[in-house]
């Protein structure tokens, strides 16, 4: 099985901060990752596909990179409503993967 | 566009099973696998199964093998996830997803004595 391994699992950063989140796989996914937004009590949302696709209605701070197995959201001048936890995800395989998600904070 | 409509919050005994189901409209049911994925409270998300609705073979996680079953009934477009045995740890909400971008509203179930 493909194991996620998504760092840091908690971010302290402040409105207007860069941020950056990584995630690795186990074994080379080519650009099979999607990355998500989610708040409590809400399904998670899709923001990037295919490691660096923005999802049509996201805004265009946040972006993705990467291929294989090194993969980055990057997330460039935070806003409010972007205070929540992002997951990775490998779609490679016919299961799916997660990665343990990073709590964004408000520092 | 593509709907995904669970079944509403179940509140189970420990012991007990549970079945979720999941309505999907607006693409052509078959076409698509339906993955479930549960996360419990204040934890991560975790990949439960696949379910291949045209001809309803499954593959499931390990840790759920033996405890999990998914079925389809393609008349009315309706995937379903039986949990047996269930025990406090299964107090989670459930997701059935065909995609990254499809998803169910999500089914809490709750199990407790």
């Known amino acids: 099985d493909i194991q996620m391994t998504q760092s840091p699992s908690t971010l302290s950063a402040s409105v207007g901060d860069r941020v950056t989140i990584t995630c690795r796989a186990s074994q080379s996914i080519s650009s099979w990752l999607a990355w998500y937004q989610q708040k409590p009590g809400k399904a998670p949302k899709l923001l990037i596909y295919k490691a660096s696709s923005l999802e049509s209605g996201v805004p265009s701070r946040f972006s993705g990179s990467g291929s294989g197995t090194e993969f980055t959201l990057t997330i460039s001048s935070l806003q409010p409503d972007d205070f929540a936890t992002y997951y990775c995800q490998q779609y490679n395989s016919p299961t799916w993967t997660f990665g343990q998600g990073t709590k964004v904070e408000i520092k | 566009q593509v709907q995904l409509v669970q079944s509403g919050a179940e509140v189970k005994k420990p012991g007990a099973s549970v079945k979720v189901s999941c309505k999907a409209s607006g693409y052509t049911f078959t076409s698509y696998y339906m993955h479930w994925v549960r996360q419990a409270p204040g934890q991560g998300l975790e990949w439960m199964g696949i379910i291949n609705p045209s001809g309803g073979s499954t593959s499931y996680a390990q840790k759920f093998q033996g405890r999990v079953t998914m079925t389809r009934d393609t008349s009315t477009s309706t995937v379903y996830m039986e949990l047996s045995s269930l025990r406090s740890e299964d107090t989670a909400v459930y997701y059935c997803?065909?995609?990254?971008?499809?998803w169910g509203q999500g089914t809490l179930v709750t199990v407790s004595s």
């Open positions: 997803a065909i995609d990254t971008l499809n």
